[in-house]
T-cell receptor
């Protein structure tokens, strides 16, 4: 089982809809969680970080963390075609040194 | 401007010819890391460094070397490149290992 799992997609949503991206992780002691956006051929760009259970909102983005169920999600409200990219979930185990990335979910927002 | 820089951005080379990809950050970050990204395989960590003179292997270290003589620089060395090292390489840095990482623009390497 991979340490950080994401559905590879593509996830296709119409412009203006809510896009919901999910990520599950295997290490129960993980403490730090990050969402990155990556356009094709470009470097990953940090969108959100979340460290405690619950929701964290930043503009059109909301990260949700549920440590008991070991999942973290990213909601994108009012999706725009410019949101079309691959979204990477990253988890940092408390006891380890390595930030572990999921394989990414490709999001397509159709006008 | 706070940033991570990598050079070169693009490189085409031949098998066996030693090369170095440089990485530099101006944020006084302690933690630096190298990743490679291949289609269908996602980001895989090659090496990381917790601080000056402290480096360790990631998931795919074979065929690579690194050094951390100064806090700001973390070069990636391929002593004898092979075609299976053709990939997109990213350097990243963070304040500590548990903080968010900031990525350089990437180096696209082709080994023929």
């Amino acid at each position: 089982q991979k340490e950080v799992e994401q559905n590879s997609g593509p996830l296709s949503v119409p412009e203006g809809a809510i896009a919901s991206l999910n990520c599950t992780y295997s290490d129960r002691v993980s403490q730090s969680f990050f969402w990155y956006r990556q356009y094709s051929g470009k470097s990953p760009e940090l969108i959100m970080s979340i460290y405690s259970n619950g929701d964290k909102e930043d503009g059109r983005f909301t990260a949700q963390l549920n440590k008991a169920s070991q999942y973290v999600s990213l909601l994108i409200r009012d999706s725009q075609p410019s949101d079309s990219a691959t979204y990477l979930c990253a988890v940092n185990p408390n006891a380890g040194n390595m930030l572990t990335f999921g394989g990414g979910t490709r999001l397509m927002v159709k006008p | 401007e706070a940033q991570v820089t990598q050079n070169p951005r693009y490189l085409i080379t031949v098998t066996g010819k030693k090369l170095t990809v440089t990485c530099s950050q101006n944020m006084n970050h302690e933690y630096m890391s190298w990743y490679r990204q291949d289609p269908g395989l996602g980001l895989r960590q090659i090496y990381y460094s917790m601080n000056v003179e402290v480096t360790d292997k990631g998931d795919v270290p074979e065929g690579y070397k690194v050094s951390r003589k100064e806090k700001r620089n973390f070069p990636l060395i391929l002593e004898s490149p092979s075609p299976n090292q053709t990939s997109l390489y990213f350097c990243a840095s963070s304040l500590s290992f548990s903080d968010e990482q900031y990525f350089g623009p990437g180096t696209r390497l082709t080994v023929t």
